[in-house]
């Protein structure tokens, strides 16, 4: 499957963005999908996932309450709303394909190339 995420942006802290993940080469209605984000210096971390009816989701807890994850099976596309941004949340962010339901990075299946997101004091 291949994965393009897109909607990045630079912003200004408290603004709101939203990336989209379209997928390609597969279905992504049999899996899990999920966001992970990457700041220069550190390592890929987990952000939020969605089951594969997206009946259920999870989310780190840096993001809990601001980010919002969903899915449109019909659209092969996955989402991530973002509210209330900090400069924290600067990173580049990556949509995930998961055989499994992970958080662990190291475990994702198949990768999207990343979308650049930046928030400004």
């Known amino acids: 499957v291949q994965l393009q995420a897109s909607g990045g942006g630079l912003v200004q802290a408290g603004a709101s963005l939203r990336l989209s993940c379209a997928a390609s080469?597969?279905?992504?209605?049999?899996?899990?999908m999920g966001w992970f984000r990457q700041a220069p210096g550190k390592e890929r971390e987990f952000v939020a996932r969605?089951?594969?009816?997206?009946?259920?989701?999870y989310y780190s807890d840096s993001v809990k309450g601001r980010f919002t994850i969903f899915r449109d099976n019909s659209k092969n596309a996955v989402y991530l709303q973002m509210n209330n941004l900090n400069p924290e949340d600067t990173a580049v962010y990556y949509c995930?394909?998961?055989?499994?339901?992970?958080?662990?990075?190291?475990?994702?299946?198949?990768w999207g190339q990343g979308t650049q997101v930046t928030v400004s004091s």
């Open positions: 995930a394909a998961m055989s499994l339901p992970t958080t662990n990075a190291r475990s994702v299946a198949y």
């Open positions: 969605i089951m594969r009816n997206g009946g259920s989701t």
């Open positions: 080469g597969r279905t992504i209605n049999s899996v899990a």
